[in-house]
């Protein structure tokens, strides 16, 4: 075909996806509207069958536009919506309303949008990205060196990734039309010239539809040019060889799994109450979880309770300018990390706080433009959060660190005695692990220490509290469980770990762990839970390990 | 063999149509009819005389095997090439289209830039190839 007449022809496509993004917008801000319909309403067999339609006429288009995110979201709705009435389901009107919420203007993020040969520099800000499969994650690696190919596919499967490698570009396209990958590993230096450079490479996956999956590189060469290289094709990470296995797995926890697993949290604080609804439901409209609170004085309680990703202040309140409640709020330097925002209608204010502000970081002029002060907050909360991860998250593993997790752990606690609930905590420890150490090196004991790590929060539910407290030892928090029941839990986790094969070269090894229980009932105090719990582990080895105990349990 | 050149494309919206269509006519040359629904189909297929009618399989009003079964009632198909569009994969289902008369089908979302070339593969193979 003619260059001349494909270039118009993306033109046109361009044009046509132009056209396509204000309907899929609007059409996206429907169906959120739907979601706030009365339950009767919505149940209406005419309503549930309007839902239908349009969900599957607009996840078609929006796949066919390259917007996988928003079609997948909607293929879902639309075969809830089937099974409900086509195949006799049960209307769960809350599950109902989530999917229909999900399904913000936000969402709608095109994959392909550098293709558009006439779109310069119109990139979406951040694509904020919905959830990929929860485990299990497909990578593909693109690297023609056997030696490192291997290890990428051994280290990372017993991450439990599944991964799958090519030697080139054409069979990795080729395998993700059947099979689409949640992120893509890719060596720069291939040897196969055609397909030599990173630009090469990303424009060949984005001309595939992967262009919105997140790209890791691993290259021979640590130098800036080369990093620059892989910034301006929007590479997510870069890991110079000899890859760190533990090291790039932290790295994927934190491309795949999304930051945006939570809505954020905003905290407003406002003196007038209806300039405050105002902006909460600006927030909340776009999926993001805002408390307005309008006395400033119970600001610090409620921070501790609420744990805002970021806080925005108005300036002229009568009791305390937001400045005044800013430098208050930073005394708690734990906090330090949580962004401040302030508001204000007066212009040349907003340029001498600026200009002078130490403890806040932005200024938002009232009255406020909706996309674009939603796009701060979105920005900003998400940097926070990442930093936040980083701060408290241990490297290796991705666990909270210990001082974090004993703070978790006293906050449990705390919170079990008020509301007369049982929280369970649980000390593990991998047995024999010096061994480990000692005869296949340092790097097969952390993965050994990651993939422990990994099963743990694949196999604890999503409000367990897991933490690495030392070296090879563990500290998980299990709210509302008691002894008996954390321990069934954990001894199934045992189970699973016991057969985990690890290699080292020609050697295959298999690790276990020991864990102790206690529940909180039957202590006065914390430092008396994690005591109790410790010496119960020590019962489990003395035992001979590869066991639960409970501390209770001391014959 | 006869060239593939005329093609009615149904579908109910009206975005995938307007991509079928720089598919289909700007990138292979051939001549398209598109319909919005399939009575609009079954009013004007007749007259265009197609070599190849790609359908959407679901669509508010006549979904796609009854629009087929429509046409098939008042004109002769046998040397129309029938296609079915869908975003599902399973292979019972593409055995069932086939049962009913499709040739092949196109899965959603299709490729622009390629549609024209599987549409090609099919009508070959909707001849005997």
């Excluded at chain 1, 200009?355 to 909360?381: C, N, Q, W, Y």
Aim: hydrophobic fraction near 40%; charged fraction near 25%; aromatic fraction near 6%.
């Amino acid at each position: 075909m003619a260059n001349e007449n494909e270039v118009s022809i993306q033109r046109e496509m361009a044009k046509l996806r132009g056209e396509f993004h204000n309907k899929l917008i609007s059409e996206l801000r429907e169906f959120v509207a739907y979601a706030n319909l009365p339950d009767q309403e919505i149940c209406r067999k005419d309503t549930l069958k309007k839902l239908y339609d349009a969900s599957h006429r607009l996840a078609g288009s929006a796949l066919t536009f390259g917007y996988s995110d928003s079609g997948a979201l909607l293929r879902r709705l639309e075969s809830s919506l089937d099974g409900i009435l086509n195949q006799g389901a049960e209307i769960d009107v809350i599950a109902l309303r989530k999917q229909l919420n999900v399904l913000a203007p936000a969402v709608a993020i095109p994959e392909e949008i550098d293709k558009d040969l006439d779109a310069q520099g119109s990139k979406p800000e951040e694509a904020k990205k919905v959830q990929p499969r929860a485990e299990n994650l497909l990578l593909y690696v693109l690297e023609d060196d056997p030696t490192t190919s291997n290890l990428l596919k051994i280290g990372l499967s017993s991450f439990g990734y599944y991964v799958t490698t090519f030697t080139s570009i054409a069979t990795l396209c080729e395998s993700a039309k059947k099979d689409r990958p949640d992120g893509l590993i890719v060596d720069i230096e291939r040897n196969n010239i055609a397909e030599q450079t990173l630009a090469n490479t990303t424009r060949c996956l984005r001309e595939n539809g992967m262009g919105s999956l997140p790209i890791l590189v691993v290259s021979q060469h640590d130098s800036f040019a080369e990093k620059l290289e892989a910034a301006r094709n929007s590479v997510v990470a870069f890991h110079s060889k000899p890859v760190d296995i533990p090291a790039l797995e932290s790295t994927l926890e934190f491309v795949l799994q999304p930051l945006a697993k939570s809505p954020y949290r905003v905290l407003l604080v406002d003196d007038d109450v209806y300039s405050m609804e105002h902006h909460r439901l600006m927030l909340d409209k776009w999926g993001i979880m805002a408390h307005a609170l309008s006395d400033p004085s119970k600001i610090l309680d409620l921070i501790e309770e609420f744990q805002p990703d970021l806080m925005i202040f108005d300036l002229h309140m009568p009791s305390c300018t937001g400045v005044e409640l800013a430098e208050v709020v930073r005394f708690h330097t734990h906090w330090i990390h949580i962004p401040i925002i302030f508001l204000s209608s007066e212009r040349n204010e907003g340029r001498q706080i600026s200009a002078m502000m130490t403890s806040g970081d932005d200024f938002i002029l009232k009255p406020v433009v909706e996309e674009s002060f939603v796009a701060t907050i979105i920005s900003r909360a998400q940097r926070a959060r990442q930093l936040a991860e980083l701060m408290t998250r241990d490297s290796l593993t991705g666990l909270l660190k210990h001082t974090e997790i004993k703070e978790r752990l006293g906050h449990e606690y705390a919170r079990a005695g008020r509301n007369n609930s049982i929280v369970s905590v649980a000390m593990l420890d991998i047995d024999k692990f010096k061994r480990v150490n000692d005869s296949y090196g340092h790097q097969t004991g952390d993965v050994v220490i990651a993939t422990l790590a990994h099963l743990l929060r694949r196999g604890l539910r999503t409000t367990d509290i897991i933490g690495r407290y030392g070296g090879e030892e563990y500290l998980v928090v299990l709210p509302d469980t008691d002894a008996k029941n954390a321990a069934i839990k954990l001894n199934a986790l045992r189970k699973e770990f016991e057969k985990v094969k690890f290699r080292h070269n020609a050697d295959e090894f298999n690790c276990s762990f020991s864990g102790g229980i206690c529940q909180s009932d039957q202590v006065n105090n914390v430092d008396e839970f994690v005591d109790q719990a410790d010496q119960a582990l020590y019962r489990a080895k003395e035992r001979g390990r590869n066991q639960i105990v409970e501390s209770d349990d001391t014959d | 063999m006869r060239r593939l050149q005329r093609i009615v494309h149904v579908e109910d919206d009206d975005s995938i149509r307007a991509v079928a269509k720089v598919a289909l006519e700007r990138v292979g040359n051939f001549t398209l009819l598109s319909c919005a629904s399939g009575a609009e189909a079954l009013e004007k297929t007749e007259q265009f005389a197609p070599d190849m009618i790609l359908l959407d399989v679901m669509m508010p009003g006549l979904d796609g095997p009854t629009t087929l079964k429509k046409l098939k009632e008042a004109m002769d198909l046998t040397e129309v090439a029938i296609v079915f569009m869908t975003a599902k994969v399973q292979s019972t289902e593409i055995e069932y289209y086939k049962s009913i008369g499709a040739c092949n089908v196109v899965l959603k979302p299709f490729d622009v830039m390629t549609l024209s070339e599987q549409l090609g593969q099919y009508w070959t193979e909707f001849n005997g190839e």
